[in-house]
T-cell receptor
């Protein structure tokens, strides 16, 4: 198993550009989520999904869209990037939604918005 | 809503010394508690978790944590630190009802001197 994979690893954008951060897992996990990590702020939940076709907002959803058309993939879209979205983004998955299973994290995407 | 506080931003210890990282939580009922470790440039990895039962929990890499309800704490300990333990450590709490989505603390950076 590859576990949770994220692409790209690094990305530089200009203000106003759009892009999609990819996240995939091959463990047939039901629950997937996106976090952003900023210095001194820990991890903050952006969006999450409890299964294919179901998504919901987390703590800091503004400026981000998600979709979950398959169990495996959970892309995060920035429609119009802003410097405030400069951060490290982590995707995570766990076997069952509504359970206390361990979350498995991807290696992260470091995004800089100029 | 639940919350978690890690009062120490940085902790510096000498290799071979003991370690204690502090974590305090806020939640009205019995919380579910986690410690994750993040090595440089990596995603997060679960060290240990507490759901119920014995309040002293053993984890991977020689770590343990003790749940103290009276102090609303879940401190992480290790009797002898190795240089490879240098990393960022995150405490997380999940509510005992609902979606169990964890809330992460801001993290404590562990620096290990030779």
């Amino acid at each position: 198993n590859a576990g949770v994979t994220q692409t790209p690893k690094f990305q530089v954008l200009k203000t106003g550009q759009s892009m999609t951060l990819q996240c995939a897992q091959d463990m047939n996990h039901e629950y997937m989520s996106w976090y952003r990590q900023d210095p001194g702020m820990g991890l903050r939940l952006i969006h999450y999904s409890v299964g294919a076709g179901i998504t919901d907002q987390g703590e800091v959803p503004n400026g981000y869209n998600v979709s979950r058309s398959t169990t495996e993939d959970f892309p995060l879209r920035l429609l119009s990037a802003a410097p405030s979205q400069t951060s490290v983004y982590f995707c995570a998955s766990s076997p069952l939604a509504g359970s206390l299973d361990e979350q498995f994290f991807g290696p992260g995407t470091r995004l800089t918005v100029l | 809503a639940q919350s978690v506080t890690q009062p120490d931003i940085h902790i510096t210890v000498s290799e071979g010394a003991s370690l204690e990282l502090r974590c305090n939580y806020s939640y009205g009922a019995t919380p579910y508690l986690f410690w994750y470790v993040q090595s440089p440039g990596q995603g997060l990895q679960l060290l240990l978790k507490y759901f119920s039962g014995d309040t002293l929990v053993q984890g991977i890499k020689g770590f343990e944590a003790e749940f103290k309800r009276s102090q609303s704490s879940f401190n992480l300990r290790k009797p002898s630190v190795h240089w490879s333990d240098a990393a960022e450590y995150f405490c997380a709490v999940a509510a005992s009802g609902g979606s169990y989505i964890p809330t992460f603390g801001r993290g404590t950076s562990l620096i290990v001197h030779p």
